[in-house]
């Protein structure tokens, strides 16, 4: 089964970090542009961050630019999200997706749901005191 996986979620204290990471099950991550996403309880899902497939183009939300970084491994098949200065409302589950409708090779094309695929099943990330 074509799947992501993430994982490196959990609580952390405000202003912690975490490190996410999205791996790729039975497949290579590496032709597609990797989109993160969150969604908080009640809320829409919103995306994050995304990179492309070279690894050149980054993107981010306003709310977490400065604090969110995201790269790639292409020899370990991983896409990696680093949080720092974490917020209360940073507090969602966090989700990679591919994007399987662009070639985005060297920038990523935004944060349209329905461009992604190959969603995992997310991983919790708590901000709390």
């Known amino acids: 089964q074509l799947q992501l996986v993430e994982s490196g979620g959990g609580l952390v204290q405000p202003g912690g970090s975490l490190t996410l990471s999205c791996a790729a099950s039975g497949f290579t991550l590496n032709y597609y542009g990797i989109g993160w996403f969150r969604q908080a309880p009640g809320k829409e899902r919103e995306g994050v961050s995304c990179i492309s497939s070279s690894g050149e183009g980054t993107n981010y939300t306003d709310s977490v630019k400065g604090r969110f970084t995201i790269s790639r491994d292409s020899a370990k098949n991983t896409v990696y999200l680093q949080m720092n200065s974490l917020k209360p409302e940073d507090t969602a589950v966090y989700y990679c997706?591919?994007?399987?409708?662009?070639?985005?090779?060297?920038?990523?094309?935004?944060?349209?749901?329905?461009?992604?695929?190959?969603w995992g099943q997310g991983t919790q990330v708590t901000v709390s005191s």
């Open positions: 997706a591919a994007d399987v409708t662009h070639v985005a090779l060297h920038y990523c094309k935004g944060y349209e749901i329905t461009w992604y695929g190959y």
